[in-house]
């Protein structure tokens, strides 16, 4: 019994590492059905995450930019801010 609970907790980081996210986002938990449930797991404050097919995933700027942590419809909608932002996709990015 102990080797096994042992082999399962040496065998989690490299399964966590391993699970990749479809939208190019970092993996952050598994087992969701909503969005809402990926919340508790995120890396930084401003991350957006989602749930993708039951994986919790961090959702990347399309410009490779930093996620600010605000939504938006128009690029307008992210000011005020020190650094350039844009609107992509619904995400305020630098």
């Known amino acids: 019994m102990t080797i096994i ?4 907790f040496w065998l989690l980081p490299v399964l966590a590492t ?3 996210c479809m939208n190019g986002g ?3 938990a598994h087992a969701c059905t909503m969005d809402a449930q990926c919340e508790p ?3 930084k404050p401003t991350d957006h995450v989602v749930c993708l097919d039951s994986e919790c ?3 990347p700027c399309s410009n490779n930019g930093t996620f600010t ?6 690029s307008y ?3 005020p801010s020190a650094e350039n932002v844009a609107c992509l996709t619904g995400l305020c990015c630098t």
């Not at 942590?69 to 128009?74: H, N, P, V, Y």
């Open 77 to 79: 909608d992210c000011l």
């Open 5 to 8: 609970v042992l082999t399962i």
């Open 26 to 28: 970092e993996w952050v």
């Open 57 to 59: 995933c961090t959702v």
């Open 69 to 74: 942590g605000k939504t938006c419809g128009t």
């Open 18 to 20: 391993s699970i990749q």
């Open 41 to 43: 797991y995120k890396i």
